[in-house]
């Protein structure tokens, strides 16, 4: 029979959050190990409960939400994120917001609607891999700008501006950070916002981690920094409220919108092809926003997420030749393996070392778009001790390690 072959449009979309070493460790689970998966930001499986008022409105309304419901989202959920957005200044109406199954789809649409064949799109490196892979399936190239390590991974502005040409449609932010954990500030954001007024860009703004702060972090939005610009916004519940399962999210629509509705309209025809987001989800979209923010017990003193961060920060710092940011923000570390002492040619290999050596599950830096392979990340959700236990592991295993 004739080969079955991919399509090329997949020849550079990449995902190796969840990529060839996943395999390898169903394979190790299917052989009886456990595998302590650090590399996914699911807090789910690592003892985060549902808010109770979340689980309940969730299952109130999934006895009555089985219909297709309507294809930017159900307006009471449109309404909340609309007010939301309004309390922070941002003059939206319920027509500019989507709903979607989860950032994931959205990203995914916001891009397609946008590009053509060769049209640019900067993204920050490290990234969240999702943007460069969504970018590359819409037929463009994401183009890499620096974020510094030695400036608390904040955007290098000269980096990004010198990367601009006239194939350049958008801007990605993604603040707070995924993987660096990076919080901008807002000179970072008008320093920002001022390349793409004066080169013409789309601002796309990753929000995700918004509630996820620490050190007394504020979190801005994009979207309030540049009211004089075409900005999505896009934010769920998968992780400020830990249903990501539930697969919840939006993308809200802000600032001058005449001279896009040849793009909104594209958007909306992909929202209406893909019918709708789930349902039942929906209904807690209200819940969430206008309840309490039980996020906050665990990022504040005391909270479980900051606990694990400062554990976690400790136990890399103490792993000779390893350096980390300290992440005021979001579920990750990125840290460094220095290459004078960890001289490593394939840091995807070395993931794969990791695994079969201490069943411990981390992504390769360079699943992150970083260019050189002297970087992991691990995520922050196991419990305070199980992570440094965990980090100590990895230590041990870099101790003997050479490529
Ligand atoms: N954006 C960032 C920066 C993320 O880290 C993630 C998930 O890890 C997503 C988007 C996707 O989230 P969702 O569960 O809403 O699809």
Redesign the pocket.
């Known amino acids: 029979m004739p080969e079955v072959i991919q399509s090329t449009k997949l020849a550079n979309v990449c995902y190796e959050?969840r990529g060839p070493v996943m395999e390898e460790a169903t394979r190790l689970e299917a052989a009886g190990h456990r595998i302590l998966k650090l590399n996914?930001?699911?807090p789910a499986p690592f003892g985060f409960e549902c808010p109770p008022e979340i689980l309940e409105d969730f299952l109130r309304a999934a006895g009555d939400a089985h219909g297709y419901g309507d294809s930017k989202g159900i307006l009471p959920a449109r309404r909340a994120v609309m007010q939301h957005y309004q309390t922070k200044g941002v003059e939206l109406d319920v027509e500019d917001i989507y709903l979607?199954?989860?950032?994931?789809?959205?990203?995914q649409m916001s891009m397609q609607a946008l590009l053509d064949n060769g049209d640019e799109v900067l993204v920050p490196a490290p990234d969240?891999p999702?943007?460069t892979a969504s970018v590359a399936l819409a037929g463009g190239t994401a183009v890499h700008y620096r974020c510094d390590e030695g400036a608390d991974w904040m955007p290098d502005l000269a980096d990004l501006e010198s990367k601009i040409t006239d194939r350049t449609k958008a801007m990605v932010i993604?603040n707070p950070?995924?993987?660096t954990g990076a919080v901008y500030s807002n000179e970072m954001l008008l320093a920002l916002t001022e390349i793409a007024r004066r080169h013409d860009l789309v601002v796309c703004s990753?929000e995700?981690?918004d509630k996820i702060l620490y050190d007394g972090a504020t979190h801005t939005s994009t979207a309030v920094i540049a009211p004089d610009l075409l900005v999505l916004t896009?934010?769920?519940?998968?992780?400020s409220y830990r249903v990501?399962g539930y697969?919840?999210?939006w993308l809200a629509l802000s600032g001058p919108k005449e001279h896009a509705r040849s793009y909104i309209e594209g958007l909306t025809v992909l929202a209406n092809m893909r019918l709708c987001a789930n349902v039942p989800a929906q209904h807690v979209v209200a819940t969430a926003l206008g309840g309490r923010q039980s996020v906050k017990d665990l990022v504040l003193p005391g909270g479980r997420l900051l606990a694990q961060r400062d554990a976690a920060y400790e136990a890399l710092s103490a792993i000779p030749g390893v350096s980390v940011v300290k992440p005021k923000g979001?579920?990750?570390m990125f840290p460094r393996l220095d290459p004078k002492v960890y001289p490593l040619r394939d840091d995807a290999r070395m993931v794969l070392d990791l695994l079969r050596a201490e069943k411990i599950m981390v992504v390769q830096g360079t699943g992150f778009n970083w260019p050189a392979p002297d970087h992991f990340r691990i995520v922050t959700l196991p419990h305070k001790d199980d992570l440094t236990d965990a980090i100590t592991r990895i230590g041990h295993f870099l101790e003997g390690y050479a490529q």
């Open positions: 959050i996914i930001g699911n979607g199954n989860g950032v994931s789809e959205l990203i969240y999702l943007w993604i950070n995924n993987p990753d995700i981690y896009f934010n769920g519940l998968s992780k990501a697969r919840a999210g979001a579920l990750y």
